[in-house]
């Protein structure tokens, strides 16, 4: 068993963070890379060592493979963490640190490869018996084959790229016309996002939710799943609010799900900390959707409701450590949601809005927890990812999670740059979410709701400021009626706030 001193972080922002705080932990030395633009970044403030990429832009920093593998190699560092995004799944950079013997944070290359591409992967889950999502397991070769294709499939259909990610490379076909325009828009966006034209057609399930198991397998073959992340709150097929546990299934499909993502996993030797994502129809069936061979954006809800910090899992099935648990001792605890707060203005059909922060106020307080990576002054930069913080509630139920997250998102104060936050507060008030009852057409239709705020909600707002403001000139403790909702208020204030 090989003990590490030092991991070097290739990434940034609120995972980079992440990342060196368990290192901290557990006496590891964190070293940092940034790129230009990130000299003043909290993860390179935090880290013990710090080394230049160069040049903002992603290929010639963050995804730099042969700049990052010299600063590891340098500095010495036993291993190399990849967080999400850039350079994590991505085969080449294992296979490079595996020539290098350096220890990726993550699956082997092989496994990593064949979870790359779509289609392979399909093929492969197929053969382990997993059910999969009616459609070819080949891209699509010509446009005569692409109409037989999708008649014997039936419509609605999505095409969707071969190397596709990050809600990326999807299209939804709903008749037949669209099809042979559809497709070669497909097939050339495939070829300039992802360097591959190949797309493949899959049957387009009706009102569906995503949910996904998140498992653990140790270099020995044990694995254990942690339970599941309802993450159907999506925009453009995009992740923005995740539970656990799901409100739409029970404990016997949990179990499961838990079980096939586990045999998904051994069936291609797939090892480390791994999401099998899963497609779950409206009458509970359920296929696979794909794996992320690495760890995921929704990670901490994981561990809030299991109490397993998932990086140190990661680090110590790199080192060679045995699981330390096995499934009976995982019992997750209470619920837990998180909300990606993203430096976009939900006013403006969620256009980027970087710059500096000029004021910043972080939540608190019980059942907590702000995974961020930004500190104020710093300026947000337009060439990456707009995530800024990850705003995580926990609660012995729903109901508390969702009180707690209401309440930290009004504590939350970012200035100088738009955020997300009124969206959040927005979905956290909608009866439909209250009640658990939502798939991933949600946000499509809440977004098709009015936003202007009606006269009577105007009223409603202007009534209850001006009870609040006898009640404190009453000096009574009551500021906040009971009987009138305080948070759907605040929802509200803020949506005209930001609209004057
Ligand atoms: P999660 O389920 O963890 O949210 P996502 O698929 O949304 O996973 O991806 C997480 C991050 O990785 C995002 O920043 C996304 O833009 C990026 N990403 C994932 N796959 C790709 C890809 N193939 N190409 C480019 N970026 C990707
Ligand atoms: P990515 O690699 O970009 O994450 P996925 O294949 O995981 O792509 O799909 C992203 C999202 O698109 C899913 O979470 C789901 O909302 C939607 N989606 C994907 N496939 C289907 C399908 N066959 N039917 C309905 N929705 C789908
Ligand atoms: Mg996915």
Redesign the pocket.
Known sequence: MKKFKKILIANRGEIAVRIIRTCREMGLIPVAVYSEVDSQALHVRLAEEAYPLGEAAPAASYLNIEKIITIAKKCQAEAIHPGYGFLAENHHFVRRCEEEGIIFIGPPSGPMELLGL?TISRQKMKEAGVPI?P?TLEPIKNEKELIEQAEAIGFP??L?ASA???????RLVRQKEELLSAFRLAASEAQASFGDPSVYL?????E?H?IEIQILVDNYGQAVYLGERE??M?RR???ILEETPSPFIDDNIRRRMGEIAVAAARSIGYRNAGTV?F?VDKNKNF?F??V?ARLQVEHPITEMVTGIDLVRAQIEIAQGNPLPFTQEQIKPQGHAIECRIMAEDPFQNFLPSPGKILYLHRPGGPGIRDDSGIVEGYVVPIEYDALLSKLIAWGRTRDEAILRLRRALREYQIYGIKTTIPFFLRILDHPDFLAGNYN?HFLERLEKEPLVATDEDLVAVIAAAVKAYHDLKKETSAVWPTKSHPWKLMGRIELLRSRL
Not at 165 to 170: A, D, E, H, R
Not at 202 to 206: A, L, Q, S, V
């Open positions: 779509k999502i459609g259909l999505l969707k596709g990610g990050g809600g990326k490379g999807l899959e049957k387009y399930i009706d569906p995503h993450c159907s999506q097929y995009q992740k994502e497609i296929y959707l794909e992320n991933t």
